[in-house]
């Protein structure tokens, strides 16, 4: 295993700005294609407000080797795609049997996780909320409150993230607001 000396950073739990953190990730709505279920509505709202950051990762770059902890701070800002709230693009782990654990900073969200048989649950999140994501299930965060969201996450260093299954299927139920709320409904495109 690659040694690594002991070190901190700190968590601004205000905002869930991370640092000293070396990298620190940008997802714009232009980074976004296809992950909402409104890609037209996706289109439009770059052409008529700018290409809007929609999250942020605050990662603190560690060996991406099993017995390592890998950590970071997601910000997600508030809005919607559509009738969909600004979320994750959302991941399974390479190794599928690999858990992660999220903490809630500020805001108010959904974690929203799909297993491999397609069941969708969603599990609302705000701060103090500890929230398990288990082997063998997608994840994506979306915020919906009118403020940014954050949370921090951990998970094992070995895991490895798959985006492409998520960009090729999506999750069989997206998050939108109807009447004000968040309800988990079907996915109409689901292919
Ligand atoms: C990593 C963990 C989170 C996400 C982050 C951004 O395993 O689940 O730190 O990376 O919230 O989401 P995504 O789907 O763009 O990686
Ligand atoms: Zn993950």
């Known amino acids: 295993m690659t040694a690594v000396e002991p070190f901190a950073s700190r968590l601004d739990f205000g905002t869930g700005i ?20 409104e890609e037209v509505a996706r289109r ?7 290409d809007t950051l929609v999250y942020q990762v605050y990662v603190v770059e560690l060996p991406e080797t099993e017995g ?8 997600i800002h508030p809005g919607r795609v559509g009738h969909e709230y600004f979320m994750t693009k959302g991941h399974f782990h390479v190794k599928r049997d690999r858990a992660e654990v999220y903490l809630g900073l500020v805001g108010e969200g959904h974690l929203i996780l799909q297993r491999d048989d397609g ?13 398990y994501v288990p082997p063998y299930w997608a994840h994506r965060t979306a915020n919906t409150g009118a403020g ?11 895991a490895g993230h ?12 997206i998050l939108v ?3 004000g709320r968040p309800a988990l ?3 109409p495109n689901i292919r």
């Open 148 to 158: 940014p969201f954050a949370f921090f996450a951990a998970w094992p260093g070995d």
């Open 44 to 50: 439009k709202l770059i052409e008529e407000t700018g």
């Open 177 to 179: 607001c109807r009447d």
């Open 119 to 131: 069941t969708v649950i969603s599990l609302p999140m705000g701060p103090g909320t500890v929230a």
């Open 162 to 173: 798959d985006y492409e299954t998520i960009e090729e299927k999506g999750f069989a139920k």
């Open 68 to 75: 390592h902890l890998l950590h970071c701070a997601t910000v």
């Open 185 to 187: 409904v079907e996915n």
């Open 18 to 37: 991370l640092r000293p953190s070396s990298l620190v990730l940008r997802r714009n709505l232009s980074d976004m294609a296809n992950v909402y279920a």
